[in-house]
């Protein structure tokens, strides 16, 4: 049974950082392409970061520049570093493949706040 599980998420002031995990058990992450998505509240999820297998990274025009999404395979984990935060980065983070392949996490709440 494939489980995703986020976390590293807690409460930061603006111009903070946290680093995100995304464990996934049940499935090996390679061979994938891996994303983080986020949903704040009243909108709809939407994608923040995406990772091939071989590395190559993609941001959402927002987060570009701050955030920084990475993998260890020998790990089977994912990452997100997240820089410079903004009370708007305030969401529940997820991972998932790109294509949104697998059951969702729990994911993980990140709050942005003086």
């Known amino acids: 049974q494939v489980q995703l599980v986020e976390s590293g998420g807690g409460l930061v002031q603006p111009g903070g950082s946290l680093r995100l995990s995304c464990s996934a058990s049940?499935?090996?992450?390679?061979?994938?392409?891996w994303a983080w998505y986020r949903q704040a509240p009243g909108k709809q999820r939407e994608l923040v970061a995406t990772?091939?297998?071989?590395?190559?990274?993609n941001y959402e025009d927002s987060v570009q520049g701050r955030f920084t999404i990475s993998r260890d395979n020998a790990k089977n984990t994912v990452y997100l570093q997240m820089s410079s935060l903004k009370p708007e980065d305030t969401a529940v983070y997820y991972c998932?493949?790109?294509?949104?392949?697998?059951?969702w996490g729990l994911g993980t709440q990140v709050t942005v706040s003086s």
């Open positions: 998932n493949t790109d294509s949104s392949l697998f059951p």
């Open positions: 990772i091939t297998n071989n590395g190559r990274k």
């Open positions: 049940g499935i090996t992450i390679i061979g994938y392409r």
